[in-house]
């Protein structure tokens, strides 16, 4: 009897830094569990600009070829054996973490820190796991969810970075009436903001180094009110920095005119002195979410957070996110949330789009936030 001939499909291959190709890929059926998803779009993420970049991402190096890609939604096209939770031609997103659903994590519902967790496009694991920049793929169903009708594909894609936010407002537990401070205004800055406002946040306002993407946060309704920090000198001492993060926390918080604080701060960007500031700009009693990640070890004002009661927190990926996330996404009340996907390509141009993401500005000059790979 003759083989059975299994299609292939086209997938954006990182076979080394800035070496990505467009490779043909036998397409298996899904396994016992699986769905396969046609994938429609999928956003461009910080981790994936940095494999791309170096062929690592912090203490993570590519050990073999790697599909990057996990911010991603698309249509269901084959169903595994077992599978009764979907359908065929169900619109989904993908929930790029796999939790073993066995640890003790995983029991107390906290799966984001699972510690068999394989999560698509890092190289954590060994063998690692492929991302979502294919035509299609197969999935644990359990980790797919249905859209809502008016959810978008591309507003499905957001859903992975927004479910950051989510999990970290759950974590500060940030409530109507409270006053928000974000550090930082990439997509991750700006959701921050965007979820601050949805929950009733009396007042969200923001900071970043950068004029250009404080201007969009603030013309796009992101926040109210803006603060560029000046640049400066890398500081000689330890005693410097801190010092400096001082004076241009309580800068910053006189040109807010909010010279308490805010009730909950969100640190967006990982660089040590920002995080030192954000402990200053916290009202006593306040929180500060840590979010961004860049800085490994970090000198911190504790007696400062511990003498005012300013709790200090991480935040590391989500767990139990995903519906809230595109239920959020489709209600409409994340406004100009689209406005955040600034560029678009097709999955066979994936290397262009990572080459644009890594200059931060187009030929014309526009600035580059969220890039978004469609199917075709």
């Not at 560029?228 to 918080?253: F, G, V, Y």
């Not at 500005?361 to 075709?376: A, H, R």
């Given at each position: ?349 994936a290397k262009r789009a990572f080459d644009l993401l890594a ?18």
């Open positions: 009897m003759s083989p059975i001939a299994l299609p292939s499909h086209s997938v954006a291959v990182l076979h080394g830094p800035k070496d990505l190709r467009i490779d043909q890929r036998t397409l298996w059926p899904p396994a016992m569990a699986q769905a396969q998803v046609a994938v429609a779009a999928t956003g461009l993420c910080g981790s994936d600009l940095h494999y791309f970049m170096h062929g690592r991402n912090g203490d993570f190096a590519v050990r073999q070829p790697l599909v990057l890609g996990h911010e991603a939604a698309g249509v269901i096209t084959a169903l595994g054996p077992g599978v009764t939770n979907l359908a065929l031609g169900q619109r989904v997103a993908i929930e790029a973490g796999i939790m073993c659903r066995n640890c003790d994590q995983c029991k107390k519902n906290r799966y984001n820190l699972c510690k068999n967790m394989r999560f698509c496009s890092s190289a954590a694991a060994f063998p690692h796991v492929d991302g979502t920049l294919q035509e299609k793929m197969n999935h644990p169903a359990h980790v797919l969810h249905p859209l809502p009708d008016s959810c978008t594909f591309e507003q499905a894609a957001l859903a992975e970075p927004l479910s950051v936010l989510i999990h970290a407002t759950r974590r500060a537990g940030l409530s109507a009436g409270q006053t928000v401070l974000v550090y930082g205004v990439g997509t991750i800055g700006l959701l921050a903001c965007s979820v601050a406002q949805s929950i009733g946040a009396a007042r969200v306002v923001a900071i970043d180094i950068n004029q250009t993407r404080l201007d969009f946060a603030k013309n796009n309704g992101f926040a109210s009110q803006t603060v560029c920090l000046p640049p400066s000198d890398k500081a000689k001492t330890t005693d410097d920095q801190l010092r400096r993060a001082k004076e241009n926390a309580q800068s910053a918080l006189t040109e807010f005119g909010a010279p308490d604080g805010f009730d909950v701060v969100f640190e967006c960007t990982g660089a040590e002195p920002i995080i030192q500031m954000s402990v200053h700009t916290a009202i006593a009693g306040g929180k500060v979410m840590l979010i961004g990640m860049g800085t490994r070890n970090v000198m911190l004002p504790l007696s400062t957070a511990a003498l005012r009661e300013v709790d200090i927190q991480g935040s590391f990926r989500y767990a139990n996110t995903y519906p809230a996330a595109l239920e959020l996404l489709a209600s409409g009340k994340l406004k100009n949330i689209e406005n955040i996907i600034t560029h678009r390509f097709p999955l066979q141009d200059r931060g500005q187009d030929e014309d000059g526009n600035m580059v936030l969220k890039v978004m790979i469609g199917s075709s």
